[in-house]
């Protein structure tokens, strides 16, 4: 594959950063706000949005019939990462997991209720997987959708919905067949405010707010199914590995070495240059190096997912268990490097960097754990990938 942008590739990022210019507001961006907190979640970032789509830039891989532009998926990729280097809200959750999804298996109602909305950006959704039993291991979820006339009535909890308390609609699985682990899942879209909807707020260690979900006998149409009747598995192993690329973007990851690299370019220690120091320098080649590996591995994904079906899942999980893993060891790099001011507080002025060492030491756990956690991309690249057997 050739790793060079093309010359209307990088036009169309230029492009991209003059629209980003004209639209610089505090409100939409913040560099702090990392990867899964990168999501539209104010009426700032919503109208943003809504001016992307006017744009056409909401549905780029889409298929025209469904009012995309059938793009490759490499300007998709450059637009996400221009997006995340600004900290600005980013694409995936609506354009890819839902979007992509429903065009894929979803009926006509669905792709002429939704599809439309997704592109405009006027419809925002929160994404149900995990329960309190079943984390990372999404087959194993056990909220109860139970047959009722022409519909289903839900019942269970589930936990670590990010956007439940703003969003509009609800992504979820639920156990349709208690006989099957892996084919007794049906993906359902919900509603949000109807009743038997309890949402609870969950803070993170990175500021943020994730929820606990609760649904009491609440009911949803045959309309609001998904695909097929307990392929619901299926449905959301595709879109992980869309979440695994599209939210975890590599530009912060660039951004912050190349802020460590500028702090240690002019700071002193015992009054001698820091940048003079052979165990700081080992450190920064080491992450510069891995730093490019994690950036050719997002592109081996881009590329391998042009090639038509799937998303290719071991490249997703590749690149999702090596970026989240690098960007913890740069923040422990940062904390370190830059000695006890760096355990000061994000946007104080004072401290080294601005404190971005110690906002990100906090966030980059969040990271290796949302999409899989580490030791889940682990397991599926060595069964496929490595063809190792399950239990090794």
């Known amino acids: 594959m050739d790793f060079e942008f093309s010359p209307e590739q990088l036009s169309f990022v230029a492009e991209v950063e003059r629209f980003l210019d004209e639209h610089d507001d505090p409100e939409v961006f913040d560099v702090t706000r990392e990867n899964m907190a990168q999501i539209v979640d104010t009426p700032a970032r919503r109208a943003f949005m809504a001016e992307m789509g006017d744009q056409g830039w909401l549905g780029i891989t889409w298929p025209k019939e469904y009012g995309g532009q059938e793009g490759d998926g490499v300007?998709?990729?450059?637009?996400?990462?221009?997006?995340?280097?600004?900290?600005g809200p980013q694409i995936g959750k609506g354009v890819g997991i839902v979007g992509k999804t429903i065009i894929r298996h979803?009926?006509?109602?669905?792709?002429?209720?939704?599809?439309?909305?997704?592109?405009r950006n006027e419809v925002e959704f929160a994404v149900g997987?995990?329960?309190?039993n079943s984390g990372s291991d999404a087959a194993s979820?056990?909220?109860?959708?139970?047959?009722?006339g022409d519909g289903?009535?839900?019942?269970?909890?589930?936990?670590?919905?990010?956007?439940?308390?703003?969003?509009?609609w609800y992504w979820m699985g639920a156990r349709t067949d208690p006989s099957s682990k892996h084919s007794g899942i049906t993906l359902f879209l919900v509603p949000l405010d109807q009743p038997g909807i309890t949402i609870n707020a969950i803070w993170t260690m990175g500021d943020e707010r994730t929820n606990e979900v609760h649904l009491d006998n609440v009911f949803v149409p045959d309309?609001?199914?998904v695909g097929e009747l307990n392929?619901?598995?299926?449905?959301?192993?595709?879109?992980?590995?869309?979440?695994?690329?599209?939210?975890f973007t590599f530009s912060p990851i660039g951004q912050r070495l190349d802020l460590l690299c500028e702090y240690v370019a002019g700071a002193t220690r015992d009054g001698r240059p820091l940048k003079d120091d052979p165990v700081v320098r080992h450190r920064i080649a080491e992450l510069a190096t891995q730093a490019e590996v994690a950036r050719v591995l997002g592109l081996r994904f881009v590329n391998e997912s042009q090639k038509g079906g799937a998303a290719p899942t071991t490249h997703a999980s590749e690149y999702k268990l090596y970026a989240t893993e690098l960007s913890r060891r740069l923040a422990d790099a940062s904390m370190d490097?830059?000695?006890p001011g760096s355990q000061l507080r994000v946007k104080t002025a004072e401290a080294p960097m601005e404190g971005r060492a110690e906002s990100t030491y906090r966030y980059t756990v969040i990271d290796t754990i949302g999409g899989g956690t580490s030791e889940i991309q682990k397991n599926i690249i060595a069964r496929r990938r490595l063809g190792l057997p399950k239990n090794f």
């Open 106 to 119: 979803g009926s006509k109602r669905l792709k002429d209720e939704f599809l439309p909305k997704i592109l």
């Open 337 to 339: 490097i830059a000695g």
């Open 141 to 148: 979820m056990q909220l109860k959708a139970t047959r009722d």
């Open 75 to 87: 300007y998709e990729y450059l637009l996400n990462e221009s997006l995340a280097r600004r900290g």
């Open 231 to 247: 392929h619901g598995f299926q449905y959301i192993s595709e879109a992980l590995d869309l979440e695994r690329f599209t939210m």
């Open 129 to 132: 997987y995990s329960e309190p």
């Open 152 to 168: 289903w009535r839900l019942n269970g909890q589930k936990t670590w919905t990010t956007s439940a308390h703003f969003a509009e």
């Open 223 to 225: 309309d609001y199914v």
